[in-house]
């Protein structure tokens, strides 16, 4: 049943005790993608002189700063069950 559920809405109710090789190496890439933006947001909010625009960027930056906090930490959890 709950396999039927999760290819009906696409989404997975959570995530697979195993990761294969080539899902870490995307998780790789979209932590990379996640803290280039975090960088990009940090250099523009410091160069922004309106404050409404500075916040919303910098909620921005914050928000990719947690997506690469939870794709280290699933990425971590996952090498210690390699080892």
């Known amino acids: 049943m709950q ?10 109710a959570e995530p697979p005790t195993m990761i294969s090789t080539k899902d870490l190496l995307y998780l790789t890439d979209m932590m990379s993608w996640n803290l280039n933006v975090v960088k990009k947001a940090h250099d523009l909010a410091q160069d922004c002189q309106l404050p409404e625009i500075k916040q919303a960027i910098e909620q ?5 700063q947690n997506h ?3 794709l280290l930490n ?10």
């Open 68 to 70: 690469y906090q939870k």
């Open 74 to 83: 699933l990425t971590k959890s996952q090498s210690t069950q390699m080892n």
């Open 3 to 12: 396999q039927q559920n999760q290819q009906n809405n696409g989404m997975m």
């Open 60 to 64: 921005v930056g914050q928000m990719h």
